[in-house]
Each structure stands twice: as structure tokens, then as C-alpha cells.
């Protein structure tokens, strides 16, 4: 049976462009049990989750002369070995290599005309460890309809949980002339839908973007600052389709050392950590950084939850799809022209108290029905946020989603580390992802290839930032 894509989700849809791929990633890193990971052995584990993500099984049908928004139909010739592909690094392979993988991977646009997800086995790599990189469409990931894949394949327990099989049928895909009539029928019920639609097949994406930014009004609060230009800075530029990846790897414990010192949030000390790398990287570059100097980012989903939840990290005393957790987002401007890290994170707790308050927070029940790695699908969620605003209005996007502080596996396989990785929007040279993980904090990076080149920089300055507030809270 075909269902019609959200005005969200058709916007993202149809935002896809070859500089601009919408799809969200993730890297994770296992360490090989006694008996191996291998492709066969993960095929059948995503296999058995699938009726889990029962649309990762469906592709889009575009509706002629755009009368209506696209539709998801079962794929008939679904073939899980076309998504689920297999490859290999050089041995001994190094996280340099890598990472120049998952760049190229990351560059790469989905085919939509198939289920818009990929999935990579990734072997070779040394110190007997094996990667999952795993790609899914922003239009396909909603948090509601359907969660991000790499949540479901995870299990708190090595020899993983049991899942009732399931006999999948594809449902006959609907005729061209039957779309053309259900559009038409949607018409006359609801025209404005209609008449949005024709303008986006006519190119006019403003009308669908400003129906985007209220259809994500359940998980992005009103920005009182949407009509400020975002600061000149070389952030912005214009990109194209290649990439550059780049991966931080902090302990947790520093983050809550600086928290308990100064008496805010953990989510405070990230971002003046990336205010402080910020502030580096523009010296770096010869940028003028003068004490009023900022960056403003969009933080599409942060992630509190309720005072009998760890105050830290919300939702991460082993159930980390606790419906008490919540969503919302914000613009703040980071202070990069500040050269004291102390100061700089007195400025961004101010900043962020004053948009708790301001800021109309969310339930995130989405997240309750399935037990798995949620931050994939918030990191999700969080992209679709951001997509919806004008890219004029920041320089950057960080997407920040806490993870369960106990270990992870697939098919017996520990999972080790876990990166992120953002989609670049129009424009905009650099997005920061952050995911925690049993007693970690993870960034992934993801850059253009040559508006960003000196991404590596910004990784090394990530650290830098953060032992500087170490030493300020010694």
C-alpha cells in the first residue's frame, strides 16, 4: 500500500542536489569476536531486524507533472545485498584510511530508485577490528515511521536479542495511472497541498521549505533570532559533492569534571569546547577575531531529561530510549572573539540557560518503541531540523545526541567507538556531530573537500580546546 511522503519529508526529497547529499551516517568500530564479523554473518542480522524499519523495505514514486507529493511503495526487487555491501581497507588498514573511505562513501548520493539506505562491512582495519558505515536518506528517517538502521541491528548483550520472524510480501506497487488519480482525489480534499506540490516540481523550493519549518515544529522550537544574518566567516562557502572526514575521540569524565567546577551543563562544556577550536582554527587562518567576534550555530537536538534522569546525560541509565528525554533546538552564538575558556563557557551557559527558558521543549515518545542506539536516529532528526531554515541564518550546525553508557554489540561483536556524520548543507563547509558512548564523547567532522581542507586542524584544535578548560578548572 502506498503511502504519501510528509511535506517534511518530500522537502528533504526533493533538497537533494550533487553538492548537497541528504543522507545522515554512522561509523562504528568493533573489535572482532572469537568466531569473526563477517558480511554473511551481518547480513542475516540486518535481515532479521528489518521488520523493525519496515520502510527501509520501500523506495519513492514520484507522482506525474508533480500533482502531489511522492509516495513510498514496497519495493518489488528488494535485494538486501544491493544495501548491505561489503569492503576492505589494505591491512594493516590505518583510521587515516579509514577515514578517507568514509569520506568518499559520504560523498557519494544515494539511488532513489531504490530503499534510499546503504550499509558498508569495513575489514582489514588493524588491531583486529572491523567497521559498520551505515548511510540513510534524511526524507527516509523520521523518528516516528521509521528509525535510523544502525539503532536496530545493536544489542546490550553479545549474544544479542530475539526477534519474531517475519514473512515480508512486497504489496503490488501501484500503476502510474492510480497515483495520478489518488493525487487528484487529494486535490479536491486538500488543495493547498496540492498547489504546494506543483510549485516544487516548478522549482520553487522557498513555499516547500516554510511549510518544512512548521511541519518540524514538533521537534524545533521557534528561533527568535530567524531573521538575523549569520556572521561572514569562511565557514560559508560555496561546496561541492567531495568530502573530508575527520573523528575526535574525549574521555566523558573531563567533561564532568568541568561541569561539577563550574556548575552547568555537560552540553555547556561541548560547545565552548568547539567555540575554543573555533577561535583557533579562524587565528589559523589569518581571520580577523576580535572580542566580539562570534560564530552562531544551529543545534537542532539536544537531548535533557527529567530530575530522576542522570543529570549529565539524560536518557543514558541504560535505557537510552527513555520517553522523558527531550528535544528541542536552538541558534546560539558561540563567543570565539573571547580568548579566556572560562569566559567563554560563562557566555555559552548564559546563552543556553536563556534559551531553556525561552524554548518550548518536546516529548521524544518516538523513541520509546524500540529499544536500540538512539542517537543515530536523533542525529537524524537533528539534520532534518536544520535543513529547514534558512542556512543564511548560521555558519554551522552541531548535532549533539547522548548514547547508552554501556557497551553495544552486533552479532557478538563489541562496538568500540561510534562517529557521527552530518550532512553538509548549501553553503556550509563544516558540520559537527556528537554522539557519548560508554564513557566517551565522539566527534565526527564532516567537511568539503576543499572549502575545508584543513578539517584535520580543527580535529587537533578540539583537543587542544578542551584541555585548556581542563587547566582553567584545575
Not at 25 to 43: H, K, M, N, V
Not at 190 to 198: I, N, Q
Not at 260 to 289: F, H, M, Q, T
Not at 351 to 359: S, W
Request: net charge negative; proline share 6%; glycine share 6%.
Amino acid at each position: 500500500m502506498a503511502t504519501r511522503l510528509t511535506t517534511q519529508d518530500a522537502s528533504f526529497y526533493y533538497l537533494e542536489a550533487s553538492s548537497t547529499p541528504m543522507h545522515v551516517g554512522s561509523l562504528a568500530i568493533f573489535s572482532q569476536p572469537r568466531d569473526g564479523l563477517d558480511y554473511e554473518t551481518l547480513l542475516g542480522v540486518v535481515e532479521s531486524r528489518l521488520s523493525l524499519v519496515p520502510r527501509y523495505r520501500q523506495k519513492v514514486r514520484e507522482v506525474a507533472f508533480g500533482l502531489a507529493r511522492p509516495v513510498w511503495v514496497d519495493d518489488q526487487e528488494f535485494d538486501i545485498e544491493y544495501h548491505v555491501r561489503r569492503s576492505a581497507l589494505p591491512k594493516p588498514g590505518s583510521d587515516a584510511q579509514l577515514h578517507d573511505l568514509i569520506a568518499r562513501l559520504t560523498s557519494r548520493p544515494l539511488d532513489n530508485s531504490r530503499p534510499l539506505w546503504e550499509m558498508y562491512l569495513i575489514e582489514g582495519l588493524a588491531d583486529d577490528r572491523v567497521a559498520i558505515f551505515t548511510k540513510s536518506h534524511s526524507s527516509l528517517v523520521d523518528g516516528e515511521e521509521a528509525l535510523e538502521i544502525g539503532q536496530v541491528i545493536l544489542d546490550t548483550e553479545p549474544a544479542g536479542r530475539a526477534v519474531p520472524e517475519e514473512l515480508w510480501m512486497p504489496s503490488p506497487e501501484p500503476s502510474r495511472s492510480t497515483l495520478i488519480a489518488g493525487a487528484l482525489g487529494d486535490l479536491v480534499v486538500s488543495p493547498r497541498d496540492g498547489v504546494a506540490s506543483l510549485r516544487t516540481t516548478l522549482g520553487d523550493m522557498v513555499s516547500t521549505a516554510e511549510d518544512s519549518v512548521r511541519a518540524v515544529g514538533r521537534f524545533a522550537a521557534a528561533v527568535r533570532s530567524a531573521t538575523q544574518v549569520a556572521p561572514s566567516n569562511p565557514l560559508n562557502a560555496p561546496i561541492s559533492r567531495n568530502r573530508r572526514f575527520s573523528v575526535v575521540r574525549t574521555d566523558l569524565a573531563d567533561y564532568r569534571e568541568i561541569r561539577a567546577k563550574y556548575g552547568c551543563e555537560v552540553n555547556d562544556v561541548i560547545l565552548a569546547v568547539v567555540s575554543g577550536a573555533l577561535r583557533y582554527w579562524l587565528l589559523s587562518r589569518g581571520e580577523p577575531v576580535s572580542e566580539s567576534t562570534t560564530v552562531r550555530a544551529m543545534v537542532p537536538m539536544s537531548v535533557y531529561a527529567e530530575p530522576d534522569c542522570d543529570p549529565d546525560l539524560g536518557v543514558q541509565r541504560g535505557d537510552w530510549s527513555d520517553p522523558r528525554s527531550m528535544v528541542w533546538s536552538f541558534l546560539i552564538d558561540l563567543p570565539v572573539g573571547e580568548g579566556n575558556a572560562a569566559v567563554r563557557l560563562s557566555h555559552v551557559a548564559h546563552a543556553t540557560e536563556a534559551q531553556a527558558r525561552q524554548t518550548q521543549r518536546v516529548t521524544a515518545q518516538t523513541l520509546v518503541r524500540l529499544s536500540g542506539f538512539a542517537p543515530a536516529t536523533l542525529h537524524a532528526m537533528s539534520a532534518r531540523a536544520a535543513s529547514s531554515f534558512s542556512q543564511r541564518m548560521f555558519n554551522l550546525m552541531i548535532t549533539n545526541a547522548p548514547g547508552p553508557q554501556v557497551p553495544l554489540y552486533v552479532a557478538g561483536a563489541r562496538m568500540l567507538e561510534m562517529y557521527p556524520v552530518s550532512p553538509l548543507l548549501k553553503n556550509q563547509a563544516l558540520s559537527i556531530a556528537l554522539t557519548s558512548y560508554d564513557g566517551n564523547v565522539y566527534y565526527g567532522l564532516n567537511a568539503d573537500r576543499d572549502a575545508m581542507a584543513d578539517v584535520d586542524v580543527m580535529a587537533s584544535l578540539l583537543y587542544e580546546s578542551l584541555e585548556e578548560l581542563l587547566d582553567a578548572c584545575r
